[in-house]
């Protein structure tokens, strides 16, 4: 995301997914995208790594002092060094929302944040960021994680407006069809599935079962670091691939667990046919996000989601442009609506 002097930003969006985050912005007529690793790691404090790092211009912070001092890499240089330490990464988020489990979320997600919106920084800038909706089925209550990203948005002196994460796919994706459609996002930490239409979110739902289950069962499955195992997926694994190796076997049963959980949810929020509105035509259906990305996903889904005799008739199911943004990019489409 470059910064233009002649054309800053009028707005933000802002996808705070469980393993990236991901900031669009628009100069002129161009959408830029800048992401971060929603991730950090603890380097063993020392003059010499803290000069080194300095000069291979690699984030870092120093936290602690005395002997208690410690070097703290976010974002994407720690999956590097993870692998290096032969650690796990610490993650700010968990399943979607704030990890409870480690005390350092919010300062290391507002450390990521202000990193990715440095360039276009300025008073009042209004940022729209993603939410997840509600697991399927459950009334979890995400009051507490919109209310932290809110406040760590208005520290930045920032305007925060939260939008769900698959309506922001939708409108990434789907302005030829005055935002009628259905819009998934398979992320890390959860798969947000969105039913719009005419832009008005109708049904919206989650899926717990995403990137970070497919890397964690495999880990336990073959032992190896769960980081490990997220480079491999993305590096060369490819959905119902003949594979001689035991990882790639793994990972293919496990995401096919993945598609099958989200159909089978589909076909359970929208079997409903008393809240679905009467849209008179087939709509289309867009798959977005980091999990989305293997080759052979899109057609193993169809044909899964065929299968299931799903309720609605689709005109089209089809990857989001850019898979990895789209979420982000809607997040600022919705934004520069408004105004």
Known sequence: MKNSNSA?????????????????????????????????????????????????SVPFVVHGDGGDKAIIVPGNESSRFADLLQVETRR???????NPAEPENAVMLKQLVENLISDDRRSKLPIFYSVPAAPLGAEENLTYHDATINQIIRELDCEPTPINEGLAVVFSELEDTNYSGIGISFGGG????????????????????????????????TGELATRIRLAKEESFYINGHFSDKLHQVL?????????????????????????????????????????????????????????????????????NNPLNSTAKGALVAALAEL
Not at 21 to 35: E, L, P, R, W, Y
Not at 92 to 98: D, E, K, T, Y
Not at 215 to 220: L, P
Not at 307 to 315: C, D, G, R, T
């Open 252 to 320: 293919n049963v496990y995401y096919d667990e993945m598609i099958r959980s989200v159909v089978n949810g589909l076909k359970e929020a929208f079997s409903n046919a008393r809240s679905m509105p009467k849209i008179g035509r087939p709509i289309p259906m867009v798959l977005s996000g980091g999990s989305a990305m293997p080759k052979g996903f899109r057609d193993r889904f169809e044909k899964l989601l065929k299968e299931s005799e799903f309720p609605i008739a689709l005109s089209e199911i089809r990857m989001a």
């Open 8 to 56: 800053n930003t009028p707005a933000i969006g802002l996808d705070v997914g469980t393993s990236r985050i991901v900031a669009s912005a628009k100069h002129g007529d161009d959408f830029q995208f800048k992401s971060q690793l929603n991730a950090f790691v603890e380097v063993p404090w020392s003059k010499m790594t803290e000069a080194s790092l300095k000069r291979e």
């Open 92 to 98: 700010p988020m968990n399943r979607g929302v704030l």
């Open 190 to 221: 959860l798969v947000n599935v969105c039913l719009s239409y005419l832009a008005v979110p109708v049904v919206s739902f989650s899926v717990a079962k995403a990137g970070d289950y497919i890397d964690s069962s495999a880990a336990t499955i």
